[in-house]
T-cell receptor, first 114, second 114 residues
Framework: DAGVIQSPRHEVTEMGQEVTLRCKPI?????LFWYRQTMMRGLELLIY????????DSGMPEDRFSAKMPNASFSTLKIQPSEPRDSAVYFC????????????FGSGTQLSVL | AQSVTQPDIHITVSEGASLELRCNYS??????LFWYVQSPGQGLQLLLK??????LVQGIKGFEAEFKRSQSSFNLRKPSVHWSDAAEYFC????????????FGGGTRLMVKP
């Protein structure tokens, strides 16, 4: 298995632009997570899905952020409009259905908003 | 609510020396505890996990961790550090009650001196 695949690896955009981050989880995994990592706040859970359904989006910072999972093999995290404070590394992770299963992380998307 | 504290933001050790990274958690019931490692530019990789049973857990790359309920701690250890161990280490806590949601500590950055 190729693991969790995220694209793009790097994204540089200007303030106000729309940004879409993509994630392909490991086949057969029921859970998908979006995390954001910054120096100031560390690793924060933004949202997670179970069987393509959003379960908890309490970590999504504000309405500018939205996430979808149209099928079991694809998810997007969209920021519209983007702001410089959104600059961070965004990780997608997936796991099987139980709480004690490990998370498999993608390599992340480094987002820079100028 | 569950929380994790990693008191040491940075640690520097000499190659060949022993290592202990501290982790304290807060959770009412028996937690699931994890240590993840993040190499530069990469996602997180699971080192080891604890759910129940033997409180001394062995992981990959020669790491081990000990669960001490009385101290609410899950410290990571390695008897002899290698230069390739330089990375950031994250402790995390989860539970069945929280689905597959993990709460991560702030991380400890390990530097290894030759």
């Amino acid at each position: 298995d190729a693991g969790v695949i995220q694209s793009p690896r790097h994204e540089v955009t200007e303030m106000g632009q729309e940004v879409t981050l993509r994630c392909k989880p490991i086949s057969g995994h029921d859970y998908l997570f979006w995390y954001r990592q910054t120096m100031m706040r560390g690793l924060e859970l933004l949202i997670y899905f179970n069987n393509n359904v959003p379960i908890d989006d309490s970590g999504m910072p504000e309405d500018r952020f939205s996430a979808k999972m149209p099928n079991a093999s694809f998810s997007t995290l969209k920021i519209q409009p983007s702001e410089p404070r959104d600059s961070a590394v965004y990780f997608c992770a997936s796991s099987r259905g139980t709480a004690n299963e490990k998370l498999f992380f993608g390599s992340g998307t480094q987002l820079s908003v100028l | 609510a569950q929380s994790v504290t990693q008191p040491d933001i940075h640690i520097t050790v000499s190659e060949g020396a022993s290592l202990e990274l501290r982790c304290n958690y807060s959770y009412g019931a028996t937690p699931y505890l994890f240590w993840y490692v993040q190499s530069p530019g990469q996602g997180l990789q699971l080192l080891l996990k604890y759910f129940s049973g033997d409180t001394l857990v062995q992981g990959i790359k020669g790491f081990e961790a000990e669960f001490k309920r009385s101290q609410s701690s899950f410290n990571l250890r390695k008897p002899s550090v290698h230069w390739s161990d330089a990375a950031e280490y994250f402790c995390a806590v989860g539970s069945n009650n929280a689905g597959n949601m993990l709460t991560f500590g702030g991380g400890t950055r390990l530097m290894v001196k030759p």
